[in-house]
């Protein structure tokens, strides 16, 4: 049976041109960047040039910006806990309710260790509100975090607005955006518009590199201390030794996402919009999450009313196609997506939502295959389901009032 | 989170959505018995029903001929339900024989659960027991003169600990007792008391303080840090002379009375977001909205205005 991949904010499948290029640096390219001797040369050179080339990607003039971590979780924990210490006189720290765990766990953790933490609420479509933000900015806020794009809804913050309201209020704010799900698919420039961004999270298996490489952006001057110490690595900014192969990797992805980016863009929009359309049409009781907002090109959230999300996954699954789920029961606890509970998607609704992310690789073939079993699938569910009446074919007549109830 | 079933739960699964025969989909028609458990908030819900052969003078040995269920929930649940209606039809059992069925007899019949998923047999043995209670209550059987625990008002008079999942203590307690649970990660499993926002575990009267009465105190279990709040308030920029009350009301009056008109003359209008100390957070509205002009617009005639009105230390941001 063909693998329909569909799950690309999980994560990428590793492009072979990224193979090929990190090839070298596991066989005759092994040596370490900080020896002396002339090949570990060729190796520290490697490591320039992948830094050179993400920082041009994403207009960083100096590429001594650019830190490699093992992976955005890492970038991101160094970005917030290396703000609050190295800001011990500020207490409060702005981000969002819809945070990647990477980010909202760290500023919980935060939070019990006495800072004062606010999570900024978004509305229906998934959008924030820019006044309760500013309302929220404060003379003791050390650090706003809030993430570029989500990962389960695909909906875009204004970065660019949100970080320069914060640096024109009190340019010692430091403001940091986890980009794991932008980067590669929007236009960032560090140096242009998004210039008020002091720390920048990303990492490589967002973007069709391996697992195991991530990247900090760090404006040069941000009051920031480091999370690894014990080396003199990326200026002892994070230490270790540098990950030479997946460094060259990523800066491979980047340059790959990066060619031909609007065709593919534009060809990822396509195939998305159509599944949108095409499951909007043939699924009754059905509501696409983050639709009236931006919205990354790639991702579809939808939530299929009076069903349960991992009889939908495992069903598809059965039919080779790789998906996500907000549900419970998918979630390894028992509490369903906060991102869409957040949103105010009545909470049996987020039990049945289903994430399809797409990529370059994915075809036309793919998302026909995708309209062609998946209405079925829900259909089959519904049938076994105690809100859905069979025979009128529709929900039982009090399922709609339980829809709406929240706890 | 990868799954973990058994082929006998993956089998059951797949024969249920394709309704191949044999399968108990569905609701009885005017039960002899009827149960549900769970509710669409939770997650998942089960409604069981079954039918008897009535023993014609004594209901006693009525004996379960057909058992249905219908179910909201994910595969294992779906498997579940599945098994117990298996069970139930096999066994030739009367209903209160049928009480015997328990989680574990579900778990053992699906060839084991994961851990973190037997909540959905237990769903199934709390479904048996609610329906068995309605058969007994349209039979006219005392059950409890028979012996049987019928956890009378549990739900309504006990105190909730969990709120996410409405369970209460004395529920919980029961629970705890007959399932054999010792850690709080194997109550989340069994009943999902715990599960969602976690913030029973460790309070006073919580999932820790029932275990710890159930079954004695634990040693060296970690205290929880009590959270601290000492970030205050204070100036964002230089102090100003007038208290921000004042200060705020100097502002508005200058933009109503001297900047709205000179903007409304184009149709558009001024929206101030929030003013902290000295810095003024607006927006353009009306006709003005989204126009090019609007940042020189702001800096020209708004702040120049307020600077030249109310102070000069004053400094608009554009929202």
Redesign the interface.
Known sequence: MRTIYADNNATTRIAPEVYQAMIPFFTENYFNPSSMYEPAQNTAVAVARAREGIAGYLGVNDPKQILFTSCATESNNTAILGAAKANPNRRHIITTAVEHPAVLEVCKDLQRNGYEVTFLPVDGDGNLDVRAFVRALRADTLLVTIMHANNETGVIFPIKQLSRLAKETDPSIIFHTDATQSVGKLPIDLGEDYRHVDLLSFSGHKLHAPKGIGALFFRRGTRCRPFMIGGHQEEGRRAGTENVPYIVGLAKALALAMENHEEQETRIRQLRDHLQQALEQKIPHAQVTGKAAPRLANTLNISCHYVEGEGMLYQLSAHGICASSGSACTSGSLEPSHVLKAMNVPFAAVHGSVRFSFSRYNTQEDIDHIIEVFPGIVANLRKLSPYWDNTSNMPQPNAEDLLQRNR | ?A?EYSEKT?QL??D????KPGTH?G?IENPDGFG?HG???C?????FTFRVKRHPTDPMKDVIVEARY??????S??AASEALCTLIEQGGYTPIEALKVQNRDIVEFLGGLPE?KIHCSVMGAEALEAAVFDWARKRGVDLERLGVDIHADEQEEGRIVC???SLSEPYLKRKIKELNLRTIPEI?NAV?AG???MSCHHVPGGLQDILDQTWGKEKDRSQI?P??????????TEDSSLSPYLFAKQVERAVDEYIRPMLQRDGGDLEI??I?NA?I?CRLAGACAGCAGAAQTLKTIVEQTLKEVVDDRI?I?E?
């Open positions: 989170m799954w993956k699964f797949m249920a959505v394709h309704g989909l609701e549900e509710s669409i908030a997650g998942d819900a089960l409604r219908l179910t909201f929930g994910c595969t649940a779906i973190q709120k996410c999942f989340t999902k599960g969602a926002c840090m959270a601290i709040s000492e970030a205050g308030e204070g100036a964002l977001i929030d902290k810095l957070y400094r941001i929202v």
